[in-house]
């Protein structure tokens, strides 16, 4: 449960304002996963856009003192994977970006695992097709296991222009129901075998790639080096980001929550992750189960706690703001604003002001809590230590916090125990 709280909460309002907002032109397989996405995402937006929140959901109209009391924030100690591109981190990439480019050359023989075969396939349940099992050309890799046991077996072996009952049966934990478990016949045609190679790494194939300023291999193992150590750094600066900000709300006392803006963004993790489900083509409910083996009861639970959290944590940096005098100027809202406009893909300013709807009225918060953020992690103790210490740094945070949380469960059994004897009385 907790990679979940982490993931959702990780970086101030990074998840929760932005996320559902910033997918204008995300790419969809099929026009029935488009509409839903389409849908989704209006149905989301709209949503935001007819919910209005009281004053007190928002920060500007609260007082943080009445509910956060600052502890330590400044100087706080934490370690960092230390940014590292090795020479076989480049080779690595570069053997992914081949296998991820294979040339199609087709051939005269049998299909065979590996091969990519087009196929043209009608699979009929009792003498009758069914939806979503019928095409007229689709390319398949044999071996991929992208169909049900026996389809991709049967089509090996098979040649150019051959046709082929394959009698086959869907497994009984299918997601169709009404196709679980039953008996079907797909005839499949083979329009073309296709045999697969991976290209040669020379100054013709970088060429092609058109990356502007790169045209030989030294330039291209270059160009690739230097964008593994810039994804390197940012992942380096966002784990000391997560960090200091554990550490700063960790030693944050926190008075009570205001429960308006705990409902704000409950509803905004709501339409992010509604979304998210959308772009698999799945309701939130299995989306949650999938992504996260949560059943809705789980994650109605887990979505209120970091909704909770995230609250805390905004409220915290605000008090922090206000005491270092971190403040965020209208030029500063309206640039931040047309930079994500323009990194989202949106057609004009306008038009990404009008996709974030009432979330507009908050987007202060998210531009403070990013500026007071930068100042935590630049005024924090940073160590980098290499991946090994931290994976072992990482053990040994898990097996105190165990140790401490049975400890916890202990004493308080022997608590409940206690007060048994006098009178009957009662968590990634």
């Given at each position: 449960m907790k990679k979940f709280v982490t993931a959702v909460t990780a970086v101030s309002l990074s998840a929760l304002l932005l996320a559902g907002c910033g997918q204008k032109d995300a790419q969809e397989s099929t026009t029935a996963e488009s509409t839903a996405v389409t849908e989704t995402e209006s149905a989301a937006e709209t949503e935001s856009e007819e919910k209005v929140y009281p004053d007190e959901a928002y920060l500007d109209n609260l007082n943080v003192g009445d509910y956060v009391e600052l502890g330590e924030y400044k100087g706080l100690e934490v370690t960092a994977e230390r940014v590292n591109v090795t020479d076989e981190m480049v080779d690595e990439y570069i053997q992914n970006m081949l296998e991820n480019n294979k040339e199609k050359v087709e051939v005269d023989?049998?299909?065979?695992?590996?091969?990519?075969?087009?196929?043209?396939y009608v699979g009929k349940k009792d003498g009758e097709t069914f939806d979503g099992g019928s095409s007229d050309s689709y390319d398949l890799t044999l071996g991929s296991n992208t169909f049900i046991d026996g389809f991709e077996e049967g089509i090996v072996g098979m040649k150019k222009n051959e046709i082929k009952d394959l009698n086959l049966t869907f497994p009984e934990d299918y997601s169709n129901e009404e196709l679980a478990g039953q008996a079907v016949v797909f005839t499949v045609t083979v329009n073309a075998i296709y045999e697969e190679t991976v290209p040669e790494l020379n100054d013709e194939f970088v060429a092609d790639r058109g990356i502007e300023g790169v045209s030989t291999?030294?330039?291209?193992?270059?160009y690739v080096y230097n964008n593994l150590l810039e994804s390197a750094q940012r992942t380096h600066d966002s784990e000391v980001e997560t960090k200091v900000l554990a550490a700063a709300l960790e030693n944050t006392t926190v008075k009570q929550d205001p429960e308006a803006m705990v409902e704000r963004y409950y509803d905004r993790l709501v339409n992010n992750l509604t979304y998210a489900a959308s772009m698999y083509g799945v309701d939130l409910a299995t989306f949650m189960q999938y992504s996260y083996g949560m059943d809705e009861e789980q994650y109605e639970e887990e979505l209120q706690n970091s909704a909770r959290q995230a609250t805390e944590q905004v409220l915290m940096l605000q008090a922090i703001a206000e005491k270092e005098g971190l403040t965020v100027s209208d030029e500063e809202m309206e640039a931040d604003l047309e930079t994500k406009a323009t990194d989202y893909g949106y057609d004009s300013l306008d038009a990404y002001k009008e996709a974030l709807g009432s979330e507009l009225k908050g987007y202060r918060e998210y531009v403070m809590t990013e500026k007071v953020t930068e100042y935590l992690r630049e005024n924090a103790v940073v160590t980098d230590v290499d991946a090994e210490e931290t994976e072992t740094a990482g053990t040994e945070a898990a097996e105190t916090e165990t140790a401490e949380e049975t400890a916890g469960e202990t004493e308080t059994a022997a608590g409940a125990s206690a007060e048994n004897?006098?009178?009957e009385s009662e968590t990634e």
């Amino acid at each position: 449960m907790k990679k979940f709280v982490t993931a959702v909460t990780a970086v101030s309002l990074s998840a929760l304002l932005l996320a559902g907002c910033g997918q204008k032109d995300a790419q969809e397989s099929t026009t029935a996963e488009s509409t839903a996405v389409t849908e989704t995402e209006s149905a989301a937006e709209t949503e935001s856009e007819e919910k209005v929140y009281p004053d007190e959901a928002y920060l500007d109209n609260l007082n943080v003192g009445d509910y956060v009391e600052l502890g330590e924030y400044k100087g706080l100690e934490v370690t960092a994977e230390r940014v590292n591109v090795t020479d076989e981190m480049v080779d690595e990439y570069i053997q992914n970006m081949l296998e991820n480019n294979k040339e199609k050359v087709e051939v005269d023989r049998p299909a065979q695992d590996g091969d990519v075969v087009n196929i043209k396939y009608v699979g009929k349940k009792d003498g009758e097709t069914f939806d979503g099992g019928s095409s007229d050309s689709y390319d398949l890799t044999l071996g991929s296991n992208t169909f049900i046991d026996g389809f991709e077996e049967g089509i090996v072996g098979m040649k150019k222009n051959e046709i082929k009952d394959l009698n086959l049966t869907f497994p009984e934990d299918y997601s169709n129901e009404e196709l679980a478990g039953q008996a079907v016949v797909f005839t499949v045609t083979v329009n073309a075998i296709y045999e697969e190679t991976v290209p040669e790494l020379n100054d013709e194939f970088v060429a092609d790639r058109g990356i502007e300023g790169v045209s030989t291999v030294d330039e291209y193992r270059d160009y690739v080096y230097n964008n593994l150590l810039e994804s390197a750094q940012r992942t380096h600066d966002s784990e000391v980001e997560t960090k200091v900000l554990a550490a700063a709300l960790e030693n944050t006392t926190v008075k009570q929550d205001p429960e308006a803006m705990v409902e704000r963004y409950y509803d905004r993790l709501v339409n992010n992750l509604t979304y998210a489900a959308s772009m698999y083509g799945v309701d939130l409910a299995t989306f949650m189960q999938y992504s996260y083996g949560m059943d809705e009861e789980q994650y109605e639970e887990e979505l209120q706690n970091s909704a909770r959290q995230a609250t805390e944590q905004v409220l915290m940096l605000q008090a922090i703001a206000e005491k270092e005098g971190l403040t965020v100027s209208d030029e500063e809202m309206e640039a931040d604003l047309e930079t994500k406009a323009t990194d989202y893909g949106y057609d004009s300013l306008d038009a990404y002001k009008e996709a974030l709807g009432s979330e507009l009225k908050g987007y202060r918060e998210y531009v403070m809590t990013e500026k007071v953020t930068e100042y935590l992690r630049e005024n924090a103790v940073v160590t980098d230590v290499d991946a090994e210490e931290t994976e072992t740094a990482g053990t040994e945070a898990a097996e105190t916090e165990t140790a401490e949380e049975t400890a916890g469960e202990t004493e308080t059994a022997a608590g409940a125990s206690a007060e048994n004897t006098e009178t009957e009385s009662e968590t990634e």
